[in-house]
Nanobody, 122 residues
Framework: VQLQASGGGLVQTGGSLRLSCAAS????????IGWFRQAPGKERAFVAA????????YYADSVKGRFSISRDNAKNTVYLQMNSLKPEDTAVYYC????????????????WGQGTQVTVSS
């Protein structure tokens, strides 16, 4: 199982970024995929998730209305569109498979990709 996250960067408050998670076909076609984030000194925390059909999505309260998760199974990719970014969104963002939604900690997923840094300047 391989997950490859990309798209992080530095953005000003109120800006937008889109993260991508490219997965092996077997991973993406059968399991929920999610995003977590970890700020310095804090536990890894759930951000968003999407069912394998794309019919159900889940968001942490802190990102509802600002972030949107989607998937393109034909491209084996899951996206996290992040709008109206705030300094408190600064963290390393991880995509993950076989996850527990609304969970905090590295035990919350069976498979993790490498992280991508998102920094929001004030």
């Amino acid at each position: 199982v391989q997950l490859q996250a990309s798209g992080g960067g530095l953005v000003q408050t109120g800006g937008s970024l889109r993260l991508s998670c490219a997965a092996s076909r077997r991973t993406l076609s059968s399991v929920p995929i999610g995003w977590f984030r970890q700020a310095p000194g804090k536990e890894r925390a759930f951000v968003a998730a999407i069912s394998w059909t794309g019919g159900s999505t889940y968001y942490a309260d802190s990102v509802k209305g600002r972030f949107s998760i989607s998937r393109d199974n034909a491209k084996n990719t899951v996206y996290l569109q992040m709008n109206s970014l705030k300094p408190e969104d600064t963290a390393v963002y991880y995509c993950a498979a076989e996850i527990r939604t609304y969970c905090s900690g590295t035990y919350c997923a069976k498979y993790w990709g490498q992280g991508t840094q998102v920094t929001v300047s004030s």
